[in-house]
């Protein structure tokens, strides 16, 4: 009666110890691939990946600052609009940002995609 109640405890420990493990496998390999997703998604603009977005100068009279570096737009300053989402931002901060991140600073809508769009309209249209 002993050698069973051991053997059934050893048995459901074993069950437990197996559980955990497949457990702890399969939380491992899914924040592996999130990683590997997030990692490849992440990847910054190349430097023509980046020539390729509209920049402007401010105009006086326009209200806002950069997300990026929290200063006001003044008159004259080089500023760049994301093509997808629409924000902007001062050129030189924005493309600081876009060189380790495909992902727009405010919103993390991706603006690769609407870049790779343009260069495939201008190669058409040259």
Not at 47 to 53: D, I, K, P, T
Request: with cysteine; glycine share 8%; proline share 2%.
């Amino acid at each position: 009666m002993v050698l069973s109640a051991v053997l059934l405890a050893a048995g459901i420990t074993l069950m437990l110890v197996v559980h955990i493990l497949v457990v702890l496998w399969v939380l491992r390999r899914g924040m592996t691939a999130r990683v590997a997703e997030h990692a490849e998604e992440d990847a910054g603009l190349t430097a023509e990946e980046l020539g390729v977005l509209p920049c402007h100068d401010f105009k006086e009279g326009g209200a806002g600052e950069c997300a990026v570096c929290l200063e006001a737009f003044m008159a004259g300053d080089r500023c760049m609009v994301l093509p997808r989402c629409e924000h902007g931002f001062h050129a030189e901060c924005v493309g600081s940002w876009l060189r380790k991140s495909r992902l727009c600073p405010i919103c993390r809508a991706e603006v690769a995609g609407a870049v790779a769009a343009e260069v495939v309209v201008e190669v058409a249209a040259a």
